[in-house]
């Protein structure tokens, strides 16, 4: 069986869904309310999971009323917590978010905790020496965190995957430590500090970050699919066409289904497509952890597509 690493953030969602977003100073009513799980973290923690990979997830929760409810969701997912800390004085991550009715969504995020795992959290993962060959990384904890998480991967010859969302900048020793870099193209054009406005610019915003030593790219491109980015070449794997309803964790969905495919040794375009899939499944459905498929739906959905595919 496949074994993913994953550490990050963990957060509860609380999701409005309302016709349209609202503008500044603005108020939608007619909203509906719901509370999930959520947090890049978590979420792509139960999205490798469900691929079927065995996951273990480093995250740090508050000793509050939330980080109890994020540890039962995580045990009831079949994910082990004894590396889920608690911080004694940070409240839980919790994350607003409205969606509108074609499935975009606007996010706030209060990280508490997720704030507080430090490089000395990050070295309790040497019990986990030898375990796995797959570490997946975002960037809703501190960059200190990332950083020490991604030397001590490499140490062990992990392959490293890091999502780097939320945009943030990045320096070259941290992208030098990455196998395989994630982006959206807001965050591309972030890390690259280049324009990306179709497939050419964003290839090219790909080469300044191989120049930097990252491994290979993988451009997120929403419905469009994703776009592969290596020092050979690029290859654009399109999107499947799917009715989106919420949009939320479709990039942690394709980020988790990624690290699986990858971890059970599937050829990267073979991985590329079952994260293609996994990502298109979770824009069908609201909420995070909630809407992420499993392994059957991932390969039921490629197998409808492949059948239809003249
Ligand atoms: O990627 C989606 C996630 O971002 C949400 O679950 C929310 O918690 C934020 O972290």
């Not at 609202?22 to 139960?46: C, H, I, L, M, W």
């Not at 409205?98 to 019990?127: L, Y």
């Not at 965050?187 to 300044?208: F, H, M, Y």
């Amino acid at each position: 069986m496949p074994k993913v690493i994953v550490i990050g953030s963990a957060n509860v969602d609380l999701t409005i869904q309302v016709d349209r977003l609202p503008t500044p100073g603005e108020t939608v009513s007619d909203g509906r309310f719901y509370t999930s799980f959520g947090g890049k973290g978590a979420n792509q923690a139960v999205a490798a999971l469900r691929a079927g990979a065995q996951v273990r997830f480093l995250a740090k929760v508050g000793r509050d009323p939330n980080g109890d409810r994020i540890l039962e969701q995580l045990e009831a997912q079949g994910l082990h917590t004894d590396l889920i800390l608690r911080d004694e004085t940070e409240p839980s991550g919790v994350a607003l978010i409205m969606v509108d009715c074609n499935g975009r969504n606007a996010i706030a995020v209060a990280p508490g905790s997720n704030r507080k795992i430090t490089p000395e959290d990050i070295r309790r993962f040497e019990p986990l020496k030898g375990w796995g060959e797959t570490l997946l990384l975002q960037l809703e904890v501190p960059l200190d965190a990332v950083k020490e998480a991604l030397t001590l991967a490499r140490m062990q010859g992990l392959r490293t995957i890091l999502n780097p969302a939320p945009a943030r900048t990045l320096d070259e020793g941290v992208l030098a430590q990455v196998d395989l870099l994630t982006p959206n193209e807001g965050e591309l054009e972030r890390l690259s500090g280049s324009p990306v406005k179709e497939e050419k610019t964003a290839v090219e915003a790909c080469k300044i970050l191989l120049d930097q030593g990252v491994g290979e790219v993988i451009v997120t491109l929403g419905e469009h699919g994703a776009l592969h980015v290596t020092r050979k070449g690029a290859e654009l794997f399109p999107g499947y066409p799917v009715k989106a309803v919420d949009t939320t964790a479709a990039g942690d969905a394709f980020n988790g289904a990624l690290a699986c495919g990858l971890a059970e040794g599937r050829p990267m375009e073979d991985a590329i497509r079952f994260a293609n899939a996994a990502g298109a499944l979770t824009v069908t459905r609201r909420g995070a952890q909630d809407a992420l498929p499993s392994r059957d739906e991932i390969e039921n959905l490629l197998q409808r597509l492949d059948e239809d595919t003249p």
